[in-house]
């Protein structure tokens, strides 16, 4: 077999290992390769943490986010008056 694996639907696709998934330098056969999360080869130790970098700064954004929405529906449901209303 060459540089191509077999895929589980039994086609052929690009072995995983060809290229840095951040700068998409080509990864020698005979030089580290740095992984991180799964399956994702990095080339370098820096595109590597670049990556880590990348991915802390959207899970921030996303919990930033995430409370924002939910401060906005405790206020919202705090606003609401309740008590009783008498008709004559």
């Not at 999360?37 to 990556?51: A, L, Y």
């Not at 880590?52 to 206020?75: H, P, Q």
Request: some cysteine.
């Amino acid at each position: 077999m060459s540089s191509r694996m077999l895929s589980y639907t039994g086609g052929e696709d690009a072995h995983f290992l060809e290229a840095c998934t951040l700068c998409s330098k080509s990864l020698g056969h005979n030089s580290d390769i740095f992984m991180y999360r799964g399956n994702n080869p990095f080339c370098s130790k820096e595109c590597r943490q670049e990556q880590i970098e990348v991915d802390e700064a959207r899970e921030k954004r996303w919990r930033v986010k995430k409370s924002s929405e939910t401060t906005k529906k405790t206020t919202k449901a705090s606003s609401v008056q309740t008590g009783t209303l008498l008709v004559a």
